[in-house]
């Protein structure tokens, strides 16, 4: 028997219209402790952009390509889609599974770390939309923390030195390497793992993080030097943050005299609106502002090696196949995945 009868990709959801900004927001915010001023802010964003944000689009792209490389790699799925918060939302997706027939389901998350907000949560709203369904909802695995897999860390190295060789020869020579992730409070980021289970002070998020940057560094021409920077703080003023800020340490490493920076967003799967706003506007202005060269490397969207790492998953998970990983740290504090 097939262990799998279906493959499901779990993503944010992101609104697609005017209309629809500020009851995303409201889905996201449910219950969360976000000040009033900071979601007006967040709303502007995506005004900026029309209300469209683009990771729908970019979740269709990715499905697309991995119906594609699952038809050529002969894996037999039929792949689904469900949102966290907004449509498709994912109780509906499981509930359209159900009709269907699926009785046991392989689900990957646009995430690729370990902390609350990017496994635990996405756990948790797949058990409430399970609990919905009743009795014979399907079962839903999801696959282990994906950050050290060499389909992810390998584009972000295509995509480092890509945008190293957009920089004018004289900045590329003094440039800063700056890895860029969603911050997360401390507090989420301690309960996933922090000093006491032996992981650094930034918890096993910060040490994954490191590592990836490490091992994107390792690959690239030289030893660029680089260093891991927290991006789109939410949350009120006096709750403690991961840090630092990425326009904090471009204004640092200005008054340095660092000539220019690559951020790369390797906290992330695709260039959504925390990239295409926080970054490409917010944190460009600054650089621009103080007269530093500047380039974003893309993240790794629907680069042919992450496309193939979903379909490897798939396989290591219905054959037992072999871990592939780059990296050597142990599994974080809360994590639910078997391997
Ligand atoms: C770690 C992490 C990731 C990366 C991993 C992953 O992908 O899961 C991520 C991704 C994303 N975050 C997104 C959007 C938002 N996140 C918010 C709020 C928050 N994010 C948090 C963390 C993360 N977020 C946290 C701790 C909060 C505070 C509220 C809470 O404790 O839960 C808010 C509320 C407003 C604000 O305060 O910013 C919005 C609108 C979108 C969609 C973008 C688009 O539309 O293109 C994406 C992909
Ligand atoms: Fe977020």
């Known amino acids: 028997m097939r262990p799998y009868d279906a493959f499901l990709l779990i993503s944010f959801g992101g609104p697609e219209g005017e209309d629809q900004v500020i009851p995303f927001l409201e889905n996201v915010t449910r219950g969360r402790n976000i000040p009033r001023e900071r979601l007006a802010e967040v709303g502007e964003h995506y005004f900026r952009f029309g209300g469209v944000s683009p990771i729908n689009q970019q979740c269709r792209d990715l499905i697309a390509a991995i119906t594609a490389d699952f038809a050529e790699g002969g894996i037999d799925l039929p792949v689904y889609w469900g949102n966290r918060f907004w449509a498709p939302m994912l109780a509906d997706t499981l509930a359209r599974m159900r009709e269907d027939g699926v009785r046991r389901v392989l689900a990957v998350p646009t995430s690729a770390y370990c902390n609350w907000s990017s496994r635990t949560a996405y756990v948790e709203d797949i058990a409430r939309a399970r609990a919905a369904l009743g009795e014979d909802a399907p079962e839903v695995d999801l696959v282990r923390p994906f950050y050290d897999h060499p389909g992810f860390v390998e584009p972000l190295v295509e995509h480092t030195r890509a945008a190293l060789d957009a920089l004018p020869a004289d900045q590329r020579e003094g440039v800063r390497l700056l890895f860029s992730a969603?911050?997360?409070?401390?507090?989420?980021?301690e309960a996933a793992g922090g000093p006491e289970q032996g992981f650094g002070a930034?918890?096993?998020?910060?040490?994954?993080?490191?590592?990836?940057?490490?091992?994107?560094?390792?690959?690239?021409?030289?030893?660029?030097?680089?260093?891991?920077?927290?991006?789109?703080?939410?949350?009120?003023?006096?709750q403690p943050w991961l840090e630092p800020d990425v326009n904090d340490r471009i204004e640092e490493l200005a008054a340095e005299g660092v000539p220019a920076v690559v951020v790369v967003p390797h906290g992330f799967v695709s260039d959504h609106m925390e990239v295409k706003f926080d970054l490409d506007v917010e944190a460009r202005e600054t650089a621009e502002k103080l007269g530093l060269g500047y380039q974003r490397a893309l993240s790794p969207g629907t680069h042919p090696a992450f496309v193939s790492m979903v379909s490897d998953l798939v396989r290591e998970y219905s054959e037992a196949a072999e871990r592939r990983r780059l990296g050597t740290l142990s599994r974080c504090a809360e994590c639910t995945c078997d391997r």
């Open 182 to 189: 969603h911050s997360i409070p401390t507090a989420m980021a």
């Open 202 to 238: 930034q918890g096993v998020y910060g040490d994954q993080l490191a590592e990836v940057a490490r091992l994107v560094v390792d690959r690239l021409d030289r030893d660029y030097p680089h260093e891991v920077v927290y991006q789109s703080r939410s949350g009120p003023p006096s």
